[in-house]
Every structure is written in structure tokens, then in C-alpha cells.
């Protein structure tokens, strides 16, 4: 069994169907109520959450705002043109190693937050996000998902003018404007879910599914993209990597974001986020 781990008003939480569970109270005060340090514990959030029903829970799911499940990150690294279908429909060629750059820790908000828009050119792109648990370097391949405390659901919003401001276009500016970091609902760990390879991610606009795809399409895995990245920077304990978005993104229809849309994006066995 593993954990479904909340941030609420800042402090960890275990997440059981409607209910929250204070970590900090639950664990009897050894595990700290910080949710970047929560996350350094996962066999303790296991063990205490098969022993959840023996609480009363803190309070309930719907009367509270979530905050970001990993609210800061030493590193937040994000990929580019991973689906072939997203390549394709952009006109751009399958890169040839994986397309990384930064989405600044400091743009990530919580799952229901409002994204603040500065130009009329603004797009969505859900993506699944992985979340580093056991920090490493040159972590290989076969061992990657080992070093994973567990995955969420990331909106990387793009603003196009930032981003193809200059030439040859650049991804960090564009993607890192403050709220342009949507994350949560929860931190899922890997072994609630039925196939960490292989999970549906659907982000609709206004009700309307615009993007409909699986992880399993991903150009670069998971375990690729752990072992390229600590190739070059030693991944630390909640680092995490937006790993890229699949096709029906804005700017290939001319459907831009308007103010007031309501974004929603969903990995089925993780949850929903839903932004305005
Ligand atoms: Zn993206």
C-alpha cells in the first residue's frame, strides 16, 4: 500500500477518499508537518496510511484549498516535444536527446490556483510530473524509478510571445511567469497506481477535451529522463520534472487561452487539477 500526500495550508497531509489527516499529528509528531520534508519519509507515509482508519481525520478534502504538493523544489526541469503527436503538430522534428529546460520553482501553485495571464497568447500543456524521492547522480536507467517517491499532475502554461520573443525561440521565461506552475491535486506514490508506464491524461477547456493521450507515448520515459538528467546535476529529494505534454495544445488550433477559461487536467489514478 502507498500514500496519497496533500498540502494544506502548507502542511503535509495524508489523503484518504474525502478525508485529510494532519501529518503531523498522525505520525505523533515524528514526521514534520514541512510537505519538502514529508517527502523524504515514503515508507513511514505507507505505514502510517494503512493505519489511517484507526484516526479521526483531520477534516474534509472539499473545505479546504490545496496548496502544491511540492511546494519547493531545489530544481524544477521540465521536457519538451516528448509525444511525437505534439512534435508533429507544431511542424517541429523529434529531438534527438531530450529537450530539457526550467519551469522556475518559483512559478509552481496549487492545484485549484488562479493563473495569471500577461498576454492574449497564452497556452496550457498537461503533462504528468514526476517527483524525485532518493536523490542520486548518474542514476541508471534500470534503477530510475527506485529513485521516484511518487508523480502528480503539472500544467505547464507557456506564454508564446515570451517564448518566440527571441531567436532561435527560448522555453524558461515563457513557462516560469509567476501561477504559470499549477501542480497537485495530490503526490500519488507509484505503487497506487495500476501502470506507471501507461496512465491517461486528458486536459480539457471549458469542457471541451482538447489534449486526450498516455504516458506511454512519451518519446523519453521516465527512467530516461531520471538517468540523462542526474548525468549532469545530482537530483536531490523533491526535485520534480514536468515530462512533457502530448498533442492539441492552443497554439497549433488558434485556440488561445481567454480570460476566465477554466482549465481542467486529469491522470486517471492521480486526480484533477482545475484551473482558471
Ligand atoms: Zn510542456
Known amino acids: 500500500m502507498g500514500f496519497r500526500l496533500a498540502n494544506i495550508a502548507g502542511r503535509a497531509a495524508l489523503v484518504a477518499g ?3 489527516y494532519d501529518l503531523q499529528a498522525v505520525s505523533g509528531g515524528s514526521l514534520s508537518a514541512d510537505p519538502m520534508k514529508a517527502i523524504a519519509h515514503p515508507d513511514q507515509l505507507s505505514a502510517i496510511t494503512a493505519k ?3 484516526h479521526t481525520p483531520t477534516g474534509n478534502l472539499a473545505d479546504v484549498t490545496l496548496g502544491a504538493p511540492v511546494p519547493h523544489p531545489q530544481k524544477s526541469f521540465a521536457v519538451g516535444l516528448n509525444y511525437q503527436a505534439h512534435a508533429d ?14 519551469k522556475f520553482p518559483s512559478c509552481l501553485v496549487g ?3 488562479t493563473v495569471e495571464m500577461r498576454s492574449d497568447f497564452c497556452d496550457y500543456e498537461g503533462e504528468l510530473v514526476v517527483v524525485i524521492g532518493k536523490g542520486g547522480k548518474d542514476i541508471a536507467p534500470g534503477d530510475a524509478w527506485n529513485h521516484v517517491v511518487g508523480l502528480t499532475i503539472g ?10 520573443v527571441a531567436k532561435p525561440p527560448h522555453f524558461d521565461l515563457g513557462k516560469s511567469f509567476d501561477t504559470f506552475g499549477p501542480l497537485g ?12 508506464d501507461n496512465l491517461r491524461i486528458t486536459c ?21 529522463l531520471i538517468s540523462c538528467l542526474s548525468r549532469i546535476t545530482t537530483l536531490v529529494t523533491g526535485d520534480i520534472i514536468f515530462t512533457g505534454t502530448p498533442d492539441g ?25 482545475t484551473n482558471r
Open 18 to 20: 474525502e478525508h485529510y
Open 89 to 102: 503538430e507544431g511542424g517541429m522534428e523529434v529531438p534527438k536527446a531530450p529537450l530539457v529546460f526550467t
Open 155 to 164: 500544467q505547464d502554461i507557456s506564454d508564446r510571445v515570451a517564448q518566440f
Open 185 to 196: 491535486p495530490v503526490l500519488v506514490s507509484v505503487d497506487e497506481l495500476p501502470d506507471r
Open 52 to 54: 489511517l482508519a484507526g
Open 111 to 113: 492545484p485549484t490556483a
Open 249 to 273: 495544445i492552443g497554439a497549433t488550433q488558434g485556440k488561445f487561452l481567454r480570460d476566465g477559461d477554466v482549465i481542467t487536467t486529469t491522470i486517471d489514478g492521480i486526480g484533477t487539477i
Open 204 to 224: 480539457a477547456v471549458n469542457g471541451e477535451v482538447r489534449q486526450d493521450a498516455t504516458t506511454a507515448a512519451m518519446i523519453f520515459d521516465v527512467p530516461t
